[in-house]
């Protein structure tokens, strides 16, 4: 079954660039998706097919997505950003990277 | 405003049966494909299975196959998710959410647009 691979954890400083990644064999080749979980909360989809916003998500959130890596660069980063973030795909089904907590400095 | 709502939160023992409810507003339910989420405790999301509205057509995670079933009543705008004997390790929060743009045909899915609506969640408990 397809696997994607994200980092357990990344930090960034308060107005700094943070970036999360998502790996994939071959994703570049797939539509990914990105969502923001805060604590308690339902996730909220951020970026859909590797770079675009939904309405209401702020233009410092962006995507991108070539070879085998997919990536989510939050720019300009708020407290308000901390957060768990995952990408998905389809493959055959639904698959979730096992998310990413982004911590702001 | 479009929405999915969900029932509120279960307290089960093992054994028993359960039926969760995930209530669209404000779009046709029928037109977008409905899926099916776990979080266990403290861990990360996990794909269960997609139903479409219109015509009742279901496709199950394969870790999930034969362990629950997704049904969708589209009189009342409302999808399902169910257990026939609930297990402890059956506790987690479940998440029902809007497919934006899914395109199935009878081999392949191709997924254009993520799941842009979530219901706020039903917390399923399972304790003797």
């Known amino acids: 079954s397809y696997e994607l691979t994200q980092p357990l954890s990344v930090s960034v400083a308060l107005g700094q660039t943070a970036r999360i990644t998502c790996g994939g064999n071959n994703i570049g080749g797939k539509s990914v998706h990105w969502y923001q979980q805060k604590p308690g909360q339902a996730p909220v989809l951020v970026i859909y097919?590797?770079?675009n916003r939904p309405s209401g998500i702020p233009q410092r959130f962006s995507g991108s997505n070539s070879g085998n890596t997919a990536t989510l660069t939050i720019s300009r980063a708020q407290a308000g950003d901390e957060a768990d973030y995952y990408c998905q795909v389809w493959d055959s089904s639904t698959v979730f990277g096992g998310g990413t907590k982004l911590t702001v400095l | 405003e479009v929405q999915l709502v969900q029932s509120g939160a279960e307290v089960k023992k093992p054994g028993e049966s359960l039926k969760i409810s995930c209530k669209g507003s404000?779009?046709?339910?029928?037109?977008?494909?409905i899926g099916w989420v776990r979080q266990m405790p403290g861990k990360g999301l996990e794909w269960m299975g997609i139903i479409y509205p219109g015509d009742s057509d279901t496709k199950y995670s394969p870790s999930f196959q034969g362990q629950v079933t997704i049904s969708v009543d589209k009189s009342i705008n409302t999808a399902y998710l169910q257990w026939s004997s609930l297990r402890a390790s059956d506790t987690a929060m479940y998440y029902c959410a809007r497919h934006a743009a899914l395109y199935c045909s009878a081999t392949n899915c191709f997924d254009r647009g993520g799941m842009d609506v979530w219901g706020q969640g039903t917390t399923v408990t399972v304790s003797s």
């Open positions: 404000g779009y046709s339910l029928t037109s977008y494909w």
């Open positions: 097919r590797d770079s």
